[in-house]
């Protein structure tokens, strides 16, 4: 079992420390989030981080993207978890500069995923907005594995991986609802197949917030025309549109071409999913088109 910070460099670890402790003494001082990028992982959730950072009116998290707070870390208390935000003093003298109130935000993509992270979410933030990208579950089922297999959290091949990721997580959901102390290394890091099943995890988010207070990116789309995309989630969220806006793409990692023959299992694993998730969205998502 590894948490989050697992892997995180010893005097990055440090500085965070440090910097979160300073930031606990004057946690009711801080904002909290309005909105947070809850999933899915591999779907452009840093991408979508660094261009909400770059608009005036959006206040990133201190020090990293994602808090892990409602799934990893819950046992910290809110305290701990508001410590990671701005203070509402610097809101106030960001507020004059954009000409409009700002908000915080954050960025963990295990959110969506994680069986209890919704009921604490809709708990402790009453009123937050969710955003979720998600892409085509083959290939980001790909890409996860690949940066798992960078990041040291596995060791199997891509193909040996989805062969051991029923056994890996058999029960393990259970478990973490049991003992909400519980952290599962296989449910955060081997979920190739599983976390690519979006319709489920946007059901179990809709009935703690509902379809209004949820909205969801293509990222393929997203990426083929970022600017209207933007706009529309700009306008979701209530901040002013804002176009000096670079759109960079982060965090991807080179892998050798996927066999065609594990292509189309994995096509054909996902596609009542995908129709699932047609009906959701009510569009047809981009690489089904």
Known sequence: MLSSASGTPPIKRAAHSVTVTVGHLTHSARMLPAFLI?????????????????????LKAVLHKGVHYFDTDYQRGIGWYQAHFPLKAHARWAGRSAGVAPVTFESSPYYMFHPLAAQR?????????????????????????????????????????????????????????????????????????????????????????????????????????????FHALLDFLGLPHYGDIAFDQHNARPRAPMPETLRKELREHFRPYDERLAQWLGREPSWQT
């Open 121 to 229: 979410i809709s708990r402790d933030l009453p009123g937050v907005k969710l955003l979720v990208l998600v892409r085509d579950p083959v290939e980001r089922a790909y890409s996860a594995h690949a940066h798992e297999l960078g990041r040291g959290y596995e060791t199997e091949t891509f193909e040996r991986a989805l062969e051991l990721e029923a056994s890996r997580l058999e029960g393990e959901a259970e478990r973490m609802v049991a003992d909400p102390t519980y952290l599962s290394h296989s449910h955060q890091h081997h979920a190739y197949r599983t976390r690519g099943r979006y319709v489920e995890q946007l059901e179990r988010l809709e009935g703690h917030f509902g379809r209004d207070r949820m909205h969801v990116v293509d990222s393929s789309a997203f990426w083929a025309d970022p600017e209207p995309s």
């Open 38 to 58: 809850v999933g899915a992982q591999r779907c452009g959730t840093t991408s979508m981080y660094r261009a909400l950072s770059q608009h005036p009116a959006a």
